[in-house]
């Protein structure tokens, strides 16, 4: 086995600081509301393309079908993974 060097990630220090500010706040963890039969399921992950995002998916019950509404979708650190197409 040889060396391996630690990954490198093209954030600037001012990228740092806004992902450190985001890691104790309770908005990134997932949460849900429930109103009636109206639900709404927000919860934050890490791409490897965006950064630090953000989803929120509205849900309704209808009868006896769920529907499930469009989708927030919000990048909370931008992040530039270095590949340009």
Same mark, same amino acid.
């Given at each position: 086995m040889g060396y391996s060097a630690p990954l490198k990630y093209d954030f600037?220090? &001012?990228?740092?600081? =806004?992902l450190l500010s985001h890691l104790y706040r309770d908005d990134i963890m997932p949460?849900?509301?429930i109103n009636a039969d109206k639900a709404v399921v927000s919860? &934050?992950?890490?791409? =490897?393309?965006?950064g630090l995002c953000?989803?929120?998916i509205p849900v309704e019950m209808a009868e006896r079908?769920?529907?499930?509404?469009?989708?927030?979708?919000?990048v909370l650190v931008k992040y530039?993974?270095?590949i340009r197409y």
């Open positions: 600037s220090e &001012s990228d740092y600081e =806004k949460s849900f509301e919860f &934050s992950y890490w791409s =490897k393309w965006r953000r989803k929120i079908s769920i529907i499930i509404g469009d989708t927030e979708h919000e530039d993974c270095g």
